[in-house]
């Protein structure tokens, strides 16, 4: 069940992911928040460049707040990596926070799916779709399909 502070923390996400657009490659421009208790312990935007990811600054920034917290995030996180380094969901899901609230999912094959199920199995809630028609503007040009998995 979504709240009016989850639509906050998800268009700060938003606000995030807004400012790298058309600067991240091949990759999308993601925001990604972090919150504990009421409080941001952590943000982040996908680097200009594709990398970081935005959920990678979030958790960096947070460190041991994000135990127990909520993130937020514009796009599903990822699966896979093409370098082979931990994915976002393995990141998330190591970092042990509770709850991943995501606007919108990502066809990619680093994605489409596989960052969330990681998520589910280490019983992590998922909440799909918050604010999906306020973030899916950002992701227009974002043509996963182009790409395959490593």
């Known amino acids: 069940m979504t709240t009016s502070d989850d639509e906050t923390w998800m268009r700060r996400a938003i606000s995030l992911a807004r400012t790298n657009v058309g600067l991240t490659g091949d990759n999308p421009s993601v925001g990604c928040v972090i919150v504990r208790d ?3 312990v952590g943000e982040g935007a996908t680097a200009p460049g594709g990398r970081p990811h935005a959920e990678e600054q979030a958790l960096n920034q947070a460190g041991a707040s994000a135990r127990s917290a909520t993130a ?3 796009l599903e996180p990822c699966g896979e990596r093409t370098a082979g380094h931990a994915s976002c969901g393995e990141r998330l899901a190591a970092a042990g926070v509770t709850r991943v609230v995501v606007a919108c999912t990502d066809a990619s094959a680093f994605a489409s799916g596989r960052g969330l199920q990681r998520l589910r199995e280490v019983g992590i809630a ?5 604010l999906s028609a306020e973030a899916a503007p950002l992701y227009a040009d974002y043509h996963p ?3 395959s998995p490593p």
């Open 126 to 130: 998922v909440d799909l779709e918050l």
């Open 38 to 40: 009421g409080v941001v």
């Open 72 to 74: 937020y995030v514009t």
């Open 145 to 147: 399909y182009r790409r």
